[in-house]
């Protein structure tokens, strides 16, 4: 894996995936469809890396909040991206 940059020519830190877990995901309708991932080294939280804020389970979020979403799930089309998308 790699922090700290978008851009792949020019990576931040590079770590290795010890253990990645998925807990009760529902294939069928996308349902806890998040994942957590034990690497090596641990990041260095800075200027350019930081963790993501998950809201808590049924927070509300105001209408019109700014986020960002990640992943490599279906766009458009039924097919499967093959790309990070962000």
Known sequence: ?????????????????????????????????????????SFMIDAITSPVKIPSKGAQIPEGTYMTVSGWGADISPKVCVVLIA
């Open 1 to 41: 894996m790699i922090a700290g940059t978008n851009e792949n020519a020019e990576p931040g830190s590079m770590h290795l995936v010890e253990e990645i877990r998925i807990a009760k995901w529902n294939s069928g309708t996308n349902e806890n469809d998040i994942a957590v991932w034990r690497v090596s080294p």
